[in-house]
């Protein structure tokens, strides 16, 4: 399986401001996803990274809050913006190679004060 | 719409004793079925999948899950549990299986307490 690394692995962050989420893989993959894990809770989708074009948003999630970037096939990037407490949550970002199979990172955890 | 459930939000077991978690799905055709584990501070372990053929599959850390298409279910057992496999263990659909996995539905996590 991919060796996935996420930084930051932490942080706590101000009310209102921004915080950029990198995501690397060893390898090349087909598919790079960004997921949220409330505090206790199950995981939800928040987007698929396309490589070179715009990330698929799922119902609930917008650009302007939460913009991506996929450069190319190895690291993304998700951004966390004008944050607020609510954003207070795990951030993982997963790849799906040509197994089929997804494989997650490590996760950031956000703190939002 | 998809859905994944899992009923038992919270199981403890003693050590050496066996372990079923269950998992029941609810999706139009044969999904593609993932059990995750998590343990605390850590992000999420694939420890096996169900994708077609043998309705038992075997996975990591000495765990297997069986495909019951009757049942939408997909229930994860462990002969003999041990300390380590204290943890959250999270059952997941993938709903669009076309070469790659699209989207994953979770289902709300079972957290797994050991005694001693």
């Known amino acids: 399986s991919a060796v996935i690394s996420q930084k930051p692995s932490r942080d706590i962050c101000q009310r209102g401001t921004s915080l950029t989420i990198q995501c690397q893989v060893d390898?090349?993959?087909?598919?790079m996803f960004w997921y949220r894990q409330q505090p206790g809770q199950s995981l939800t989708l928040i987007a698929t990274?396309?490589?070179?074009?715009?990330?698929?948003?799922e119902s609930g999630f917008v650009i302007d809050k939460f913009p991506i970037s996929r450069p190319n096939l190895t690291f993304s990037t998700l951004t966390v913006s004008n944050m607020s407490p609510e954003d207070s949550s795990i951030y993982l970002c997963?790849?799906?190679?040509?197994?089929?199979?997804?494989?997650f990172g490590p996760g950031t955890r956000l703190t939002v004060t | 719409a998809q859905s994944v459930t899992q009923p038992d939000i919270h199981i403890t077991v003693s050590e050496g004793a066996s372990l079923e978690l269950r998992c029941n799905y609810s999706?139009?055709?044969?999904?593609?079925l993932f059990w995750y584990v998590q343990s605390p501070g850590q992000g999420l372990q694939l420890l096996l999948k169900y994708f077609s053929g043998d309705t038992l599959v075997q996975g990591i850390k000495g765990f297997e899950a069986e495909f019951k298409r009757s049942q939408s279910s997909f229930n994860l057992r462990k002969p003999s549990v041990h300390w380590s496999d204290a943890a959250e263990y999270f059952c997941?659909?993938?709903?669009?299986?076309?070469?790659?996995?699209?989207?994953?539905?979770f289902g709300q996590g079972t957290t797994l307490q050991v005694k001693p």
């Open positions: 990274a396309n490589q070179g074009s715009e990330a698929t948003y």
């Open positions: 390898s090349q993959v087909t598919m």
């Open positions: 997963s790849v799906a190679s040509r197994g089929r199979e997804q494989y």
């Open positions: 997941a659909v993938a709903l669009t299986p076309s070469g790659n996995t699209g989207k994953l539905i």
């Open positions: 999706y139009g055709a044969t999904p593609y």
